[in-house]
């Protein structure tokens, strides 16, 4: 009488497993960072009051070295921000200081 071999092995117990996930890249994974609460960078990195401190002209990262026009409009509870399209910062506070669309209505 013949013996039977056992031919069970690690693949065959486990068909189309290798010890990697599928997802796997085959890197080690790593934990996400903490967030601290303190932003790494500042979004707006120069500003100054206009209109007795109710608007700013900014500037942020993502405007580059265009300056922008930021006011908080309560009644509506939201910031309000467009660009004043100028690199001048004396430039800036002059279209600021006279939004069109406002035509002193929220303020």
């Excluded at 013949?2 to 996930?21: C, E, F, I, V, Y």
């Excluded at 601290?36 to 990195?45: A, L």
């Excluded at 004396?90 to 303020?107: D, E, Q, S, W």
Aim: aromatic share 6%; proline share 7%; charged share 25%.
């Amino acid at each position: 009488m013949a013996t039977r071999q056992n031919r069970t092995s690690a693949s065959s117990k486990n068909p189309g497993k290798t010890g990697l996930s599928p997802l796997s890249t085959g890197k080690k994974q790593t934990k996400p960072r903490k967030r601290t609460g303190e932003p790494t960078s500042p979004f707006v990195t120069e500003e100054h009051d206009i209109l007795g401190g109710k608007g700013k002209v900014v500037r942020t990262k993502t405007s580059g070295d265009v300056y922008q026009l930021r006011m908080w409009i309560p009644g509506e509870s939201k910031y309000y921000r467009v660009t004043l399209k100028t690199k001048d910062l004396v430039t800036a506070i002059k279209r600021g200081g006279n939004p069109p669309i406002f035509n002193g209505a929220y303020l």
